[in-house]
């Protein structure tokens, strides 16, 4: 089976990264340089014509958006654990997926670039004020979530590798982290796995390669 990953490094194809590297699988991964705006290029649209990432090829399948890919490698290699396997906390699994990719995501990706939401002139910081509050609110969540837990489901589980992302993507924003101790705890927590460390370190190389090809 032959398992290429379409990523970009800071993007949330960073999850996916984990997941497949938290199985054991051999992928090969194609690192597109957003800043050259490599997703945009013609050669990339026609095999995503969404030009986003992640995207996963699978024997040549091609297969987008963040829960069917977690959902996909679970599957792939049961023996990871990466859901639970009774048809509700598979279910509980895809419910937190799809509330980091609905319901987090889209608004850490409104402080990021508040002009794609509302292009008039000086409502870009009253985009990054609503988004911010929005967080607050998911995070508070999840801190509750996290409390009793080390990870999202108890033990570790596909989510954590969105939720750690998005966690991330958070504090690059300057937000604050520490009205959520359990989720700072939790994302020091997720540092110290070794698919995380290996994602970092590939993705530090990953930049440096950007910059020596400028």
């Not at 938290?22 to 050259?36: D, G, K, T």
């Not at 890919?69 to 895809?94: C, N, T, V, Y």
């Not at 409390?147 to 570790?156: A, F, I, Q, T, V």
Request: charged share 25%.
């Amino acid at each position: 089976m032959k398992i290429e990953l379409f990523y970009s490094p800071v993007t949330c194809a960073m999850a996916p990264y984990i997941n497949l590297t938290e199985a054991n699988a051999e992928f090969e991964v194609h690192a597109l340089n957003f800043r050259a705006a490599e997703h945009l290029s013609a050669e990339y649209r026609k095999i995503n014509p969404k030009h986003k990432v992640p995207m996963l090829v699978v024997d040549g399948e091609r297969l987008t958006e963040t829960a069917a890919i977690h959902l996909w490698i679970a599957r792939a290699f049961p023996e990871a654990k990466l859901m639970p396997e009774d048809p509700i906390g598979q279910a509980q699994a895809i419910s937190l997926l799809s509330w980091v990719s609905g319901g987090i995501h889209p608004y850490l990706s409104r402080i990021n670039a508040p002009l794609r939401v509302c292009d008039i002139e000086g409502t870009a910081e009253n985009v990054v004020e609503h988004a911010a509050q929005y967080l607050y609110e998911a995070f508070g969540l999840a801190d509750k979530i996290l409390e009793d837990n080390d990870y999202l489901m108890g033990d570790y589980t596909a989510p954590d590798a969105y939720f750690f992302w998005a966690v991330r993507r958070y504090t690059q924003f300057k937000l604050d982290l520490n009205r959520f101790p359990n989720i700072a705890a939790y994302y020091a927590r997720m540092q110290t796995r070794s698919s995380v460390k290996r994602l970092m370190e590939f993705q530090k190389e990953t930049i440096e390669e950007f910059k020596r090809a400028v």
